[in-house]
């Protein structure tokens, strides 16, 4: 058998192989906010380790700030294959049929991140990514962004002060509720249309994390900011269920050990990114920042916590008072460590 002929006949078994096992595998991700927001460093963040630790067997491709979609079309689009990856805040899991996603939105159910950070990473958080399997979603990590802050066109000390204000809001039953038991009227929005709404007086405030107050340059068109610390606003990192159980099982190992390292570096820049972003809106002097004293946060929690019992048919009772039961235990170590 001549030379060439062999090479020809070992090329033609080998090559399909060989191709398939250095096809790329490209991973859509799509997110809502800027690249400069914790959310937004942390997709780029994976991105670079996914590249990297598969040595270019996977590309991601992140586009951030709505290029592809809003935020009320991203999940669709995620179930219909159309993205791969996104992490949208947890209130968008409600909309979908997973109500009991909607205890994250509850007004001052986390007394603090280390409560927080236990309910997430432990059997709960893995119950409720379990709801969404029957969805076509699997659930890989849970993201921070941080404790919300409201803000409006005059100063909110008090509840009396929400008094026929329009909110925006996620779409959420609970923030909806949140927001009437203030005297606001809510208002559903898509994130990226709340800088233009606020500019033109459609609505005449809303609640963030200071990091998005700052990137999206809400400063700009709100006189005042109230440090309440209210309640909380974070991300799950999710997946088309099809597309992720269809990578090869090594790549798939590498992914989630990538997303693993990213999560913690997410987390740890959370909280810095709103310390920070809190110092810029001060330094740019359009904004008056209030800070509300011990009884003004009281008559906010008193006016706001009796929603924890109108929302257990809806998230759970067991689901609230697990998380109480975590609170409790990190309250008391808290106490033994002084």
Not at 25 to 43: N, R
Not at 176 to 189: C, D, I, S, T, Y
Request: charge should be positive.
């Amino acid at each position: 058998m001549h030379l060439r002929t062999l090479v020809a006949i070992v090329l033609a078994l080998t090559l399909p192989s060989t191709l398939s096992a250095a096809e790329t595998i490209v991973i859509k991700f799509s997110h809502v906010v800027t690249p400069s927001t914790p959310k937004g460093k942390a997709a780029d963040k994976f991105k670079q380790l996914a590249e990297e630790r598969t040595q270019g067997r996977v590309k991601v491709e992140v586009y951030p700030n709505s290029q592809l979609y809003k935020d009320r079309e991203e999940v669709e689009a995620l179930q219909l294959g159309a993205v791969h990856m996104l992490a949208p805040s947890l209130s968008k899991f409600g909309p979908i049929g997973a109500r009991e996603f909607e205890v994250f939105d509850l007004p001052y159910i986390f007394p603090n991140k280390t409560t927080l950070h236990r309910v997430m990473d432990g059997a709960l958080g893995r119950d409720l990514f379990g709801k969404l399997e029957a969805k076509g979603i699997l659930g890989l990590a849970y993201w921070d962004n941080g404790f919300k802050q409201m803000s409006a066109n005059k100063p909110l000390r008090l509840p009396a002060d929400f008094k026929g204000l329009k909110l925006r809001i996620q779409s959420s039953k609970v923030l909806e509720a949140q927001m009437k038991a203030l005297g606001a009227n809510p208002r559903v929005m898509a994130f990226s249309e709340v800088y233009t709404a606020l500019q033109q007086g459609v609505v005449d405030g809303t609640e963030n994390p200071v990091s998005n107050f700052y990137t999206q340059k809400m400063h700009e068109v709100q006189k005042h900011l109230t440090i309440s610390d209210h309640g909380y606003l974070g991300y799950a990192v999710i997946v088309n269920k099809k597309f992720w159980e269809g990578l090869p099982a090594d790549i798939r190992a590498v992914l989630e050990k990538a997303m693993q390292e990213t999560t913690v570096y997410e987390r740890d820049i959370a909280q810095k990114e709103n310390d920070e972003a809190l110092e810029k809106v001060r330094a740019a002097g359009t904004t008056q920042i209030h800070v509300l004293t011990p009884k003004e946060r009281e008559a906010w929690r008193k006016q706001l916590v009796t929603m924890h019992k109108d929302f257990q048919d809806v998230v759970g009772q067991a689901n609230i008072a697990r998380i109480n039961k975590i609170a409790a235990e990190v309250e008391k170590e808290s106490k033994a460590k002084k």
